[in-house]
């Protein structure tokens, strides 16, 4: 069976099976598979193949209504997180890495690093979110200045975690302190950004 019999069978899947692009697409890599790998024969390119149609999705827009309600609903930092996103248009792992140097409250700006395309940008935090937002910076700031008086190192060194962790803190900082992965070093508060996205109804994949 050379390469138009491939076709052709591709063919009759997507105009006579009806199935789905990703079933048209998942019998072509068994083929390949078959051919190049059990086989040992290098199948030329196949043409002239007639494209299963991926469905069109209309997505769900709720009403500002509806998300006002949905809003109303939710407590603590999954509200933070959802307002954020909801008016900063920010990406969900984009909110969620989000560290204390990120947010601008004086400028009422955002900064995304390393966001889609590895890019950095700038957006908006919005009026409405300010003082919340500076709200959890101060908790932020004190559960900081808590984890520092609880070190056993002497003073300089408390002085020097201090000072390069302060604006690297998490904005969503973690229940507790815990020792980093592969590191000998002091115990340092994480992100609470995997609860937080369970919370929310995601699952991280």
Not at 159 to 172: I, L
Request: proline letters at 3%.
């Amino acid at each position: 069976m050379g390469a138009k019999h491939v076709s052709a069978f591709l063919t009759h899947l997507a105009v006579e099976q009806r199935v789905s692009a990703s079933s048209q697409n998942q019998a072509l890599a068994a083929i390949l598979f078959l051919y190049r790998q059990v086989l040992g024969v290098d199948l030329p390119w196949v043409e002239d193949v007639v494209r299963a149609k991926r469905p069109l999705r209309v997505p769900t827009v709720l009403t500002r209504d509806e998300v006002g309600r949905v809003l109303a609903e939710m407590r603590g930092a999954p509200k933070l997180v959802a307002v954020l996103l909801y008016g900063s248009g920010m990406r969900l792992m984009e909110c969620m890495r989000l560290r204390v140097k990120d947010v601008e409250l004086e400028s009422r700006q955002i900064v995304i690093r390393g966001g889609k395309g590895e890019k950095d940008r700038v957006t908006v935090l919005p009026g409405a979110l300010w003082e919340v937002v500076g709200r959890q910076l101060d908790r932020v700031a004190e559960l900081h200045a808590a984890d520092l008086n609880k070190m056993q190192d002497t003073w300089n060194s408390r002085e020097r975690w201090g000072a390069s962790t302060r604006t690297q803190a998490a904005v969503y900082p973690g229940s507790g302190c815990s020792q980093p992965r592969g590191s000998t070093g002091t115990q340092k508060r994480g992100s609470a950004a995997a609860t937080i996205c369970t919370s929310l109804g995601f699952r991280r994949r």
